[in-house]
C-alpha cells in the first residue's frame, strides 16, 4: 500500500482488509472492508482523520511513511470504536506532541475504550473549527451513527466530508473512489441495515444538519470515496423514508419439509400476484441478507417449525435481530408446522414488540399440510396480497 491522494495534500493512509469476513462477531463481511484513515497538510499543521483497526497499524505506519510524514497536530477521532480508534495510542506513541479532537462523549469513550489520558484531548462542540493553516476542519455532531458521539468532519476548502462510518460500505477494494455505483450502494445498504437502520429518526436529523454545507466529496472511514455525494445521500433518504417496497419476506427453517411446503406454497401464492418474494432458509442464508431486506420490505412472514416444544431457535434469532433493527415493516405473520404442540407464537410475537407493523393471523399446522390448511394459507395469502395491492 502507499498513500492516496484526494485532493492537493490530503491523502487516504488507512488499511484496506481483505480477509475480514465478520464484524463485531456478528455482521458478516463477504467483501471485505476497509479502515480509511485521512491525511490532511495544512500550511502550518497536519492532521490524521481517524485511524485503523489496531490489527492493521502497520499499514498505517507505512502509509504515513510514504507521505514523509515528520508530524502530526491533530488526530481527529470522529468515532470511538476500534476499528478507527484503535491505533490512536500508537500513533500518540510515535507522534507524542498531538492532541486527539474530538467531542465531549467521544472523549469519554476513548479514555474508558483505549485508557488515553485526559490531557491528550482537545474538546471541540458542533459547528466549531480548527485551523491547519491554510486548510479548515469544521466539526458536525451527527449522533447515533452509529453510537452516541459519532461526529463528521469537514474540510471547508476542500469541500470534502469525512463522515466515518456514516454513508460507509464494508467493501474491500483496490479504488479509492467509487466507480461501480450499483455495487457500492449495495454495500452500503448492508452496513445501514446492520448498524443503522434502527435510528431512522437521528439520520433524518443528521442529514438535514450536512444538507446546508455544500459538499463535493464524501470520504467514509470505510469503503471508496464518493466523487458524487448525492448517490449516497439519495440512497439514504430512501431508507429512512417511511416508504417500503412491495415485498415478502419469508426467513423460514424446514426440518423435515412441512414448513418447506408450507412456504413454497405460498411464495407460488405471491409469484401469481407478481409481488415479489423472497424466501430465506436460514441455515443456508447469510444473515446480512435479511437485514438488507428488512430495510424496505412491506412484510415479514416467519416460517418456525416447532422444536423443544417451541419455536426453531433459528427463527427466534432472526426474530429478535428483527426487532433489534426496528425495520419499517408494515405487516407480519407467522407460519409453521407443529408436531404436538407449543408456544411458538407466542415466543416469536413477543420479541417482535420494536416492530410497529399490524399482525396478521398465523397459520399453524399440524404435521404437513393437507387440504383444509391449504385453504388456510390461501386466506392467509389473500390477506397479504390485498394489503400489499393497497400500499
Ligand atoms: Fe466502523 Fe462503528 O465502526
Not at 62 to 87: P, T
Not at 253 to 279: C, Q, W
Not at 347 to 362: R, T
Request: with cysteine.
Amino acid at each position: 500500500m502507499a498513500k492516496r491522494m484526494l485532493k492537493e495534500r490530503v491523502f487516504e493512509v488507512g488499511a484496506i482488509d481483505w480477509d475480514r469476513l465478520i464484524f463485531d462477531e456478528l455482521i458478516p463481511l463477504p467483501n471485505g472492508t476497509s479502515y480509511n484513515s485521512y491525511l490532511i497538510f495544512g500550511s502550518e499543521k497536519v492532521a490524521l482523520i481517524d485511524t485503523v483497526d489496531p490489527l492493521k497499524r502497520d499499514v498505517l505506519f507505512a502509509n504515513l511513511k510514504d507521505a514523509e510524514v515528520e508530524k502530526i497536530d491533530y488526530v481527529i477521532a470522529n468515532h470511538a470504536e476500534q476499528d478507527h480508534s484503535g491505533s490512536i495510542p500508537f500513533v500518540l506513541e510515535k507522534f507524542p506532541e498531538a492532541k486527539v479532537v474530538t467531542n465531549e462523549k467521544c472523549k469519554s469513550f476513548l479514555m474508558d475504550l483505549l485508557l488515553i489520558p485526559e490531557e491528550k484531548f482537545i474538546v471541540i462542540g458542533d459547528g466549531e473549527e480548527i485551523s491547519l493553516g491554510d486548510k479548515h476542519l469544521k466539526f458536525f455532531l451527527t449522533p447515533w451513527v452509529h453510537w452516541p458521539e459519532t461526529m463528521s468532519t469537514y474540510l471547508i476548502e476542500d469541500k470534502i466530508l469525512f463522515s466515518c462510518d456514516f454513508f460507509g460500505s464494508h467493501r474491500a477494494t483496490s479504488h479509492l473512489f467509487v466507480h461501480d455505483n450499483y455495487k457500492v450502494i449495495e454495500e452500503a445498504k448492508r452496513y445501514y441495515a446492520e448498524i443503522m437502520m434502527p435510528f431512522r429518526a437521528q439520520i433524518r436529523k443528521n442529514l438535514e444538519k450536512l444538507s446546508k454545507i455544500e459538499i463535493q466529496m464524501i470520504a467514509p472511514s470505510h469503503g471508496p470515496v464518493y466523487p458524487e455525494p448525492e448517490i449516497i445521500i439519495d440512497a439514504y433518504k430512501n431508507w429512512i423514508s417511511d416508504r417500503v417496497e412491495k415485498k415478502i419476506l419469508i426467513p423460514y427453517v424446514s426440518m423435515h419439509g412441512s414448513t418447506e411446503s408450507i412456504v413454497n406454497y405460498l411464495v407460488d401464492r405471491f409469484v401469481e400476484a407478481k409481488i415479489e418474494v423472497i424466501p430465506l432458509n436460514l441455515p443456508k442464508t447469510d444473515i446480512g441478507v435479511l437485514t438488507m431486506e428488512l430495510v424496505d420490505a412491506s412484510t415479514v412472514i416467519f416460517g418456525a417449525p416447532y422444536v423443544l416444544a417451541g419455536a426453531h431457535p433459528a427463527v427466534v434469532y432472526a426474530a429478535y435481530l428483527a426487532n433489534a433493527l426496528r425495520p419499517k415493516t408494515k405487516f407480519i405473520s407467522i407460519v409453521g408446522s407443529y408436531g404436538w404442540g407449543g408456544k411458538g407464537v407466542d415466543q416469536i410475537k413477543s420479541l417482535l414488540s420494536n416492530v410497529k407493523a399490524e399482525f396478521v393471523d398465523p397459520v399453524l399446522i399440524k404435521g404437513h399440510p393437507k387440504e383444509n390448511d391449504f385453504e388456510m394459507l390461501d386466506m392467509l395469502a389473500d390477506k397479504i396480497i390485498e394489503k400489499n395491492s393497497n400500499l
